[in-house]
């Protein structure tokens, strides 16, 4: 029962999932595409309350008046069952999860030093990642991304300097985006940062954009996914060739210790794991020692990629900030 409701709380990547969707992806098939001149199809906007507002108790609220900087944040799949390929944004439970999971434990890292922005997009079911029809389905989802992405510069963005993030299917869909929209164009010069973790990201991916080599570095991108140490992953899908340490910000092998780690948020948004969290860079992943609960018995930790080291990149994320605009 008890990890039954953990994943309930913290979605899980399944690798394995009873479904029923069409066997052949037909895009008139799917739900109707989001028009995101309305709110509601957007999970987080700034200047109204919703779940990546969620702050610890011992943290004070920042108006988003007072932040010089946005986030496009791109979230995982939650999707998980469903007779179509692709979600259905009119769906209440699934996008009440997406907001009480990922949006509400990853967006909400980045709302002490921007402005967070969230689309809701027809993510792809989680099966889509096994089999030529399910390139299809991320493919079409994909495009709901881009065109999100699009409607936040032209309605929203002002010329404001802006970070990238995403977990999962979302980063599968963000290292595209960097591809088509920022490498090679001016808009690089105006992303602070992309923190595109827990899916394989390759150098060779990119002509300009490279990853970050320390933790002020901006106009670069940061990437890793967390596995048991000692573990050698199957899942090869959610690494790559580059690997940043969340508690060191570089590609430096060597084991970063508790002490390096500024704190880890589970459950509770008002519970701190400070110094509990030792993080090494191996093969190009991130080997987890913390002995937590929740995650005690776990070996892949891809879930909790951004939990483990909630309070580090909060921190991080202000410094790139900071660094950019002093530019």
Known sequence: MLAKNILAVLWCFLIHSAIAQQAVFRPEQQPAAPDYAKEKFWSALPFRTDAADKIPSTEQWIND??????????YPTIYMSGKTWNADLENKKLNKRIDEKPVRYQASV????????????????????????????????????????????????????????????????????????????????????????GYGIDTAMYVTLSPCKTESQTNCYITWASFKYGINPTTKALYGNICINP?????????????CSKGAILLDFNKRYEKQVCAEVHDGYLWVKANLPVISGWTNLHVADYNLFWYDIRANVKTRVNEFLKK
């Open 110 to 197: 980045f709302n002490e030093s921007c402005r967070v922005y969230a689309p809701r997009y027809r993510q792809a079911i989680i099966n889509a990642f096994y089999g030529e029809e399910g390139k299809k389905a991320l493919e079409f989802a994909y495009q709901d991304v881009k065109t999100a992405f699009e409607y936040y510069l032209k309605h929203y963005n002002h010329n404001r300097p802006f970070i990238i993030a995403s977990h999962s299917q979302g980063t599968y869909h963000a290292r595209k985006l960097l591809q088509e929209m920022i490498d090679t164009t001016a808009l690089k010069n105006r992303m602070i940062a992309a923190y595109i973790i």
């Open 247 to 259: 508690l060191t910000w570089n590609t430096n092998t060597a084991m970063a210790e508790k002490a």
């Open 65 to 74: 008046s007072l932040k010089d900087a946005d986030v496009f944040y791109i």
